[in-house]
């Protein structure tokens, strides 16, 4: 199947391709590389998804808006390939931030979120390496951010 038919099978709203807030850009094609700025973790209303894993959200709310902040990556690369996610040959790697306490330990079990969605939606071609980094802090107070790096075809 390809990415729209998973999208629709599975019934998946993209939210909207927001505009970055400071000097950088949403996207970058270089070459056959499309690299996707950090997506912070916004719910389907919106709304941020703010605190501290291991404190004010479990590790499963984490996973949730891991999945939110790969909604948001999908959508930037279906805004940079002018809407046809054909173009994409592979997603190359996500790099996932969790905004948890000192004892917390289980970042990769959150960033499995925004992993899991990313196959689900492109198939094999959605496998891809990660790094899944615990922070002290992220912008706006929220709880995960995600970037990416795919290769177009």
């Known amino acids: 199947m390809t990415a729209e038919e998973n999208i629709k099978k599975l019934q998946i709203r993209l939210p909207e391709a927001k505009a970055p807030v400071g000097n950088y850009v949403a ?8 690299f996707i700025s950090g997506q912070i973790s916004i719910d389907e209303s919106g709304q941020l998804i703010k605190g501290k894993i291991g404190r004010d959200l479990n590790t499963k709310a984490g996973y949730e808006a891991a999945k939110r902040c790969a909604l948001s990556i999908i959508a930037q690369v279906k805004k ?12 190359i790697k996500l790099t996932g931030f969790v905004n948890s306490t000192d004892n917390f330990t289980e970042q990769p079990k959150v960033i499995n979120g925004a992993s899991d969605l990313i ?9 891809h390496t990660r790094a899944a980094v615990s922070t002290n ?6 709880s995960v951010e995600v970037d990416a790096i795919f290769e177009l075809k």
């Open 27 to 34: 996207t970058k094609i270089t070459g056959k590389m499309l």
């Open 80 to 91: 940079a390939c002018d809407n046809d996610l054909s173009k994409v040959k592979s997603c």
């Open 119 to 127: 196959a689900s939606i492109f198939g094999d071609i959605g496998m």
């Open 137 to 142: 802090s992220l912008p706006l107070g929220v």
